[in-house]
């Protein structure tokens, strides 16, 4: 019999982490996996924001990866980039649990 975290595990691919249902594929720093992306906010005027950055703020991600993935691409944590389908994105925030990790994004223009 299979324990809780197995089926977890199993749901994460079968149901979370399947293209026909939440996911899609994404290239992070030039290696292709498939991530659950979700919109934030977008559009902030420009001003002052946190980091002491002034700037327009094009839009907030939320990237969801496999934790597996997330060490494919060398764990990055705050304060630094990752390439998200071409384009470069800081990381505000991440954190972990179960299996997946939540990566909080922001852009420049």
Known sequence: MKTF?????????????????????????DLEMTVIMDKIKEDKPKGEYEYG???????????????SDYELIGSPSQGERLILNGESFEILDTDSCDGIVDVKVRVFK
């Open 53 to 67: 950055y002034t700037n327009h703020i094009e839009a907030e991600k939320l990237i969801i990866l496999k934790y």
């Open 5 to 29: 975290r197995e089926h977890l595990a199993d749901d994460l691919n079968s149901v979370f982490f399947n293209e026909g249902e939440f996911a899609e594929k994404a290239i992070i720093n």
